[in-house]
C-alpha cells in the first residue's frame, strides 16, 4: 500500500504535467534579484553566530556535518521561495533528510528565542553567505507565518507536503527511509555493542550514552580509549554483523578524549582504523597504560566482565589482587562523562590520565597534577570519580 | 578458470543426483527472532533446560522462543558474532563471542542478562576477520572446550592484537600470529586456560559422540585438500601449519618446515568430506541422543553443512587402535536449506537447526527435522572386513538388486597434502567388486572387493539398490576413509607433495646490496609469496620473480644519500594483454599503486619509473599485489 508520500509525489507529478505548460511563460520571465546589503549581511552574520544559534551545528562555513546536520551552503532545500525555510526554523522538523542526495538524520528543534526580525535577518544571511543566492526575507513574512503555520513540529514528510520541491530537485531532497543507525538520533538507553574499533585492540566495546556521549572501552587493555560526542554513535553496523565480521566501526565525530598509548608515535594514529597490516605497532601483552598503578604490583591487567546497572555496563577488571571497576555516564548536562570507579580491596594508588586542550580533567578526591598522574590515599581509592567534560563544545544540542 | 568451471559441473551434476529429502522426513520453518537488525541467520543454537529454545545472531543478540506460545524474548544482547551456545540453567548461558568465552546470566531473575562474565579471554585476536570463535562444548567433568579459526590472507592483521604476537605464525594463507588461532582450547574445571589440540584451518564445528569422544570438523582450504572430521586427543598436530607456532617443543617456523615433515607429525582425518560430492564447509557435530527422534541411528553423528542444503550422519569404528569410518548424505537436499550451521535436539526428539551465511553460502533461518516413525530405507552401518565392507541396512534390501556387482560402484581415491589450497581427488581409480553376500534376514552385505587399500578414500555409490518392499535407497552416496585395515595395515604412503615452487620466507627483511651499489635483485630481496624463477630470458642477476594470486609481495632495503626524492626504475615483464598494478611502498607506507602495462612478451623487460620520497640511509620499498597475479620483477635500480 502506498504511504501518503507516495501518494502525494504521485498527485503532484501528475499535477505537474497538467500544470507545466501554464508555467512556462512564467519561468521566462527574469526574475529581478537584489544582493542584502552590507549591514544586514553582517546583523545576520552576527545571529548566525550567537552562542546557542546557528553555527552550533551547521558550522562556521555551512557545511554542517556529515552524517548528521545538513550543510546550509549550496543546499537546494534554500533554493526558491524562503516559506519552507521560514517554517523549519519556527516551528522545527523531525526525521531523516536528503540534501543534496546526501542523508542527514539529526532534528532541527523550533528556534523560539529569537524575534521576528532577528529570524529574517539569519534566513537573509544563509540564503546569501558562502555563494548561496536566495531571496531576501523580511521581518513581515516571518511574523505571517509564525502566526498561520500550524503549531507542530514538522516531519520530513510533513515539510515536502507542505512546501514541495521543485521538480528538479526533488530526488535529491525530502525524506528517505531511514536504517536503525540513522533512528540513533537521540540515544534514551545506553547501548552496548562489542564490535572492532578503530584505536583499541580487537576485543572492544562501543557504547552510547543517553546524553548523546559516546566512548570505546578496550577489553584487551582494560580501559577507556576515547571519548567523542558530536557526529553521533558508529555507523555501518548492519554491514558488520551480516556479512563476514571483517570491518572496523566508523563514527563521524573525533573524540575529545583519547587516552595515551605509550606505544604509539604521533603518525601510527591516522592508520588505528587499518585492519590490513602483516605486523601489529604493538600487543596487549606489551601494554604499559593500565590506568592503575599500585605499587609492588607488577602483574598484566585482566579484564574480567561486566555488569549492567540499568543497562549501564560496570567493567571488571583486576591488577594482582585488586578488583577495579569503571561505571561511566554522561554529566547531569550532558556535556561529558563521569566515570566512577571502585577499587577492592582499598589501596594507595596512582590514577593516568591524558591531559589535552579539548577537555577539563578533574576528580573527585585526591591530587591531579598537570601532567595528569592522580595520587590517591587508601580510603580515596576505594569509591571516586573522574569528570572529563568537552571544553568549548560548541557544536551540540542537548 | 576452465579448472572452476569444470569443478562447477561436476559439483552440480553430483548435488542434483542427491536432490530431494526422505519422504520419512517433514521440514518445518520455525518463525525468525524479532531481531532489531533485520538479520535471521542464526550463529548458535541450543536448548534451555525448560525446553526453550536459544538462538544467537551475529548482531549479538540471543533470543528465547517459547514454541507453545509462539513468542520471541530478547535474552542478550551486544556480544561479539556469537557462535556458539551452551544453556547451563534457565538463566545462564555459556557463549563463544569473538573476544572470550563468556557466562551471560541473569541475575535478578527480569528474564533479561545483566551478566557478562569472563570464562576465559586467554587467547588472542590480531583482528583478523576470520578469526571465528567456534561453538564451545562441556565434557561431563564441565570442562570447556572451543575451537579458534585462523586469520585470512583476505585480509591483513590489526594495529593492536590482543595477546602475544609472533611472527612465525604470520605468514601464508591462513596465519596464527597470536596465540591458539587455528587450535582446539580447553578451559579447565579450575579455570586453567590449555591449548589442547594442534593444526585446524576453520573448525567450524566440536561436538562429543556419547562415549566422550571429541570431534572437530575442519574446512577445504590451505593444507586441507578435503573438508574433514578429526577424532581430537590432547596435543595432537591435525595438519593446518601455522598453529605449530603456539606447540610446546615446536621450535621452527611453520612454513618453513617441509611438508614431509608436517606429513609425519599430523594425525589423519577420521572421516573425510569428498569436496563437491559431499561436503564443501561441514559445521557442528552432534551425537544423536537416546532421546532423539531422528531414526534408527542412535550414537552416530550428525555434521552440517554450509554451501548445499544437507545434514551428514556419520558412522565410525575403531579400527588399529584410531576411530575412521563413513559419512552418507542424511537430510537432503530441498525443503531443506544450505547455511545449516547449528543444531540440536528439541526435548520431543525433533532436530532443529539454525541456518547462516557471513556473506559465503548459505541461507539464513531456523528449521526443524520431524521424523514420522516409519523405518526409513537408509544404510545403518558400515563396518570394514578384511577383504571390504559390511553394509547393516535398516530394512532388507531387495536380493536380486544387491547381489548384482554393478549395483555396487566403488571409487579409491585420496586427496594430497600440501600448502595450497585444497585438492584434486589422485590416484583415482574404479575397484572392481569381487562377491557378494547377503544375509539371511536381507539386512546385511558383504561387499568384497577385488583389493582394499589402505590410507585411499572409498566412494561407493548404490542409487541403484531398494529395499525388498520396494523403497527407494534416498542417501546411496557412502564414503569410507580407510586409513587403517583389520590386520597388516601398510605404512602411510607419501601422500604429500612440497610447494613446486621454491620458497623464500624470511620474518625479518634481509637487507640485500648489489655490489654496484645500485641495482638490487629482485630474486635476492625479501619475498612473501613470489618465487624466483629463471625461465623467460633476459634478467640480470640469477633470475627474476614470479607473483601468484592473493597477497604476495617483495620487499628491498636499498640505501641512499639524498634526502627527498628519489628516483626509483623497477625492471619488468608482462606478456599477458592487461596491466596488472601492483602497490607501492616505501617504508611500509602505501604511497601509489604502479600501473605495470603489459609489455606484450615475458622476455621483453622494460623500466618503470617511480619518483619516491626517501630518508638519508636505509629504506625500504615494497611492491604488493592487489590479490591478482602481477608481472615478472627483475629488479629495483636506483637512479643517481
Known amino acids: 500500500m502506498p504511504n501518503d508520500m507516495e501518494w502525494s509525489s504521485l498527485f503532484e507529478t501528475s499535477m505537474r504535467k497538467f500544470l507545466c505548460l501554464s508555467i512556462i511563460p512564467l519561468l521566462l520571465t527574469p526574475v529581478l534579484r537584489s544582493a542584502p546589503d552590507e549591514e544586514v549581511m553582517s546583523r545576520g552574520k552576527a545571529l548566525y553566530h550567537a552562542a546557542g544559534s546557528c553555527v552550533a551545528c551547521h558550522m562556521a562555513d555551512g557545511k554542517g556535518q556529515p552524517g548528521s546536520i545538513p550543510p546550509l551552503a549550496g543546499s537546494d532545500w534554500l533554493k526558491g521561495k524562503a516559506d519552507r525555510t521560514i517554517a523549519i526554523v519556527l516551528r522545527g522538523m523531525t526525521g531523516p533528510i536528503k540534501v543534496n542526495g546526501k542523508r542527514f538524520y539529526s532534528a532541527m528543534p523550533p528556534q523560539l528565542l529569537f524575534d521576528d526580525e532577528k529570524i529574517a535577518l539569519m534566513i537573509t544571511y544563509v540564503n546569501n553567505a558562502w555563494g548561496n543566492q536566495g531571496p531576501m526575507v523580511t521581518t513581515e513574512e516571518v511574523a505571517e507565518a509564525r502566526e498561520t503555520l500550524p503549531m507542530e513540529v514538522y516531519t520530513s514528510h510533513s515539510i515536502v507536503k507542505a512546501f514541495p520541491f521543485e521538480k528538479e530537485f526533488q530526488k535529491k531532497n525530502g525524506p528517505y527511509k531511514p536504517n536503525f543507525d540513522d533512528l540513533l538520533t537521540t540515544v534514551t538507553e545506553p547501548i552496548v555493542y562489542r564490535t572492532f574499533m578503530p584505536g583499541a585492540s580487537p576485543a572492544a566495546f562501543a557504547i552510547a550514552l543517553p546524553g548523546n556521549q559516546y566512548y570505546c572501552w578496550d577489553a584487551g587493555e582494560c580501559r577507556l580509549q576515547y571519548v567523542w560526542t558530536k557526529g553521533g554513535f558508529i555507523r555501518g553496523n548492519q554491514v558488520h554483523w551480516s556479512s563476514n565480521g571483517k570491518p572496523v566501526a566508523e563514527f563521524n565525530g573525533t573524540p575529545y578524549y583519547r587516552a595515551r598509548s605509550s606505544q604509539l608515535a604521533p603518525e601510527d594514529y591516522s592508520s588505528l582504523g587499518d585492519t590490513n597490516r602483516t605486523t601489529p605497532f604493538y600487543d596487549t601483552t606489551e601494554a604499559t597504560d593500565f590506568p592503575v598503578k599500585i605499587k609492588g604490583v607488577a602483574e598484566l591487567p585482566r579484564y574480567r566482565g561486566y555488569r549492567l546497572i540499568d543497562g549501564y555496563p560496570e567493567f571488571r577488571s583486576t591488577l594482582g589482587r585488586y578488583t577495579i571497576t569503571e561505571l561511566i555516564k554522561s554529566t547531569d548536562d550532558n556535556l561529558g562523562i563521569v566515570r566512577s570507579f571502585t577499587v577492592s580491596p582499598p589501596t594507595e594508588l596512582t590514577f593516568h590520565l591524558t591531559p589535552t586542550e579539548e577537555a577539563s580533567i578533574t576528580s573527585s578526591s585526591g591530587e591531579l597534577s598537570d601532567d595528569g598522574t592522580l595520587r590517591l590515599s587508601e580510603s580515596d581509592s576505594e569509591n571516586f570519580q573522574i569528570t572529563i567534560i568537552e571544553k568549548n563544545p560548541a557544536g551540540i544540542t542537548k | ?640
Open chain 2, 1 to 640: 578458470m576452465k579448472r572452476t568451471l569444470i569443478f562447477t559441473v561436476v559439483t552440480f551434476l553430483s548435488w542434483i543426483a542427491q536432490a530431494g529429502t526422505s519422504p520419512h522426513y517433514t521440514i518445518n520453518d520455525i518463525p525468525v527472532p524479532p531481531s532489531k537488525f533485520s538479520s535471521s541467520q542464526i550463529d548458535g543454537l541450543t536448548f534451555l533446560p525448560d525446553g526453550r529454545l536459544v538462538v544467537c545472531l551475529p548482531s549479538g543478540e540471543i533470543f528465547f522462543y517459547d514454541y507453545e506460545t509462539k513468542k520471541w524474548e530478547l535474552f542478550a544482547q551486544g556480544l561479539h558474532n556469537p557462535l556458539g551456545v551452551i544453556a547451563l540453567s534457565n538463566s545462564e548461558l555459556i557463549v563463544s563471542q569473538r573476544p572470550e568465552l563468556t557466562r551471560v546470566r541473569d541475575t535478578d531473575g527480569d528474564r533479561k542478562a545483566d551478566d557478562y562474565e569472563v570464562m576465559t579471554d586467554q587467547f588472542g585476536m590480531s583482528g583478523n576477520y576470520h578469526e571465528f570463535h567456534f561453538t564451545p562444548v562441556r565434557d561431563e567433568e564441565g570442562s570447556i572446550y572451543f575451537a579458534l579459526g585462523t586469520g585470512s590472507s583476505g585480509n591483513g592483521i590489526r594495529p593492536i592484537v590482543r595477546g602475544r604476537f609472533d611472527p612465525r605464525g604470520r605468514p601464508g594463507r591462513m596465519h596464527s600470529s597470536t596465540p591458539y588461532r587455528g587450535c582446539v582450547v580447553k578451559l579447565t574445571k579450575t579455570g586453567e586456560t590449555i591449548p589442547w589440540a594442534y593444526g585446524l584451518r576453520t573448525p567450524n564445528g566440536l561436538g562429543f559422540d556419547l562415549k566422550g569422544n571429541l570431534f572437530a570438523t575442519d574446512n577445504q582450504g590451505d593444507w586441507v585438500g578435503s573438508s574433514k572430521l578429526f577424532h581430537i586427543k590432547k596435543d595432537r598436530f591435525y595438519g593446518h601449519a601455522a598453529s605449530l607456532t603456539w606447540k610446546p617443543g615446536f621450535e621452527g617456523i611453520p612454513l618453513e618446515t617441509s611438508a614431509a615433515e608436517l606429513y609425519q607429525l599430523r594425525t589423519r582425518a577420521c572421516v573425510v568430506f569428498p569436496h563437491g560430492t559431499m561436503a564443501n564447509s561441514p559445521t557442528q557435530v552432534l551425537a544423536i541422543s537416546e532421546k532423539a527422534k531422528i531414526g534408527p541411528f542412535t550414537g552416530q553423528l550428525l555434521v552440517g553443512e554450509m554451501n548445499q542444503p544437507r545434514i551428514m550422519r556419520v558412522m565410525l569404528e575403531e579400527v588399529g587402535g584410531e576411530l575412521q569410518g563413513a559419512c552418507v548424505p542424511f537430510i537432503d537436499g530441498s525443503p531443506l536449506r544450505g547455511g545449516c550451521n547449528r543444531m540440536d535436539f528439541a526435548p520431543d526428539g525433533s532436530l532443529y537447526i539454525g541456518q547462516t551465511k557471513h556473506s559465503w553460502a548459505g541461507s539464513q533461518g531456523i528449521q526443524q527435522v520431524v521424523w514420522d516413525g516409519t523405518t526409513p530405507f537408509e544404510v545403518q552401518d558400515v563396518k570394514l572386513t578384511k577383504t571390504g565392507f559390511r553394509y547393516y541396512f535398516t530394512k532388507p534390501v531387495d536380493r536380486e538388486i544387491a547381489g548384482r556387482k554393478e549395483t555396487w560402484s566403488f571409487l579409491r581415491y585420496y586427496f594430497e597434502y600440501h600448502e595450497s589450497y585444497g585438492s584434486a581427488q589422485m590416484d583415482e581409480s574404479v575397484v572392481q567388486v569381487d562377491s557378494i553376500n547377503i544375509s539371511e534376514d536381507g539386512k546385511v552385505v558383504d561387499v568384497n572387493l577385488s583389493e582394499l587399500k589402505a590410507w585411499y578414500i572409498h566412494q561407493l555409490n548404490i542409487n541403484q539398490l531398494s529395499s525388498a518392499d520396494g523403497d527407494k535407497l534416498w542417501n546411496s552416496l557412502v564414503v569410507y576413509t580407510l586409513n587403517r585395515l583389520l590386520e597388516n595395515t601398510p605404512p602411510e604412503p607419501p601422500q604429500f607433495s612440497e610447494s613446486t615452487k621454491k620458497k623464500k620466507r624470511s620474518i625479518e627483511p634481509i637487507p640485500v646490496k648489489n655490489p654496484r651499489g645500485i641495482v638490487y635483485e629482485a630474486e635476492r630481496a625479501l619475498l612473501d609469496g613470489p618465487v624466483t624463477d629463471t625461465n623467460h630470458s633476459g634478467f640480470s642477476g640469477t633470475g627474476y620473480i614470479d607473483f601468484g594470486n592473493g597477497d604476495q609481495s617483495v620487499k628491498w632495503t636499498v640505501e641512499t644519500e639524498v634526502e627527498g626524492i628519489n628516483e626509483i626504475q623497477f625492471r619488468y615483464a608482462l606478456g599477458s594483454g592487461r596491466a596488472r598494478p601492483l602497490k607501492l611502498l616505501v617504508n611500509d607506507e602505501e604511497v601509489a599503486t604502479l600501473p605495470f602495462e603489459s609489455t606484450e612478451s615475458w622476455t621483453k623487460w622494460v623500466d618503470l619509473v617511480a619518483k619516491v620520497d626517501l630518508k638519508i640511509g636505509e629504506n625500504t620499498i615494497t611492491l604488493e599485489t592487489t590479490g591478482k597475479s602481477a608481472g615478472n620483477i627483475d629488479h629495483l635500480q636506483l637512479v643517481e
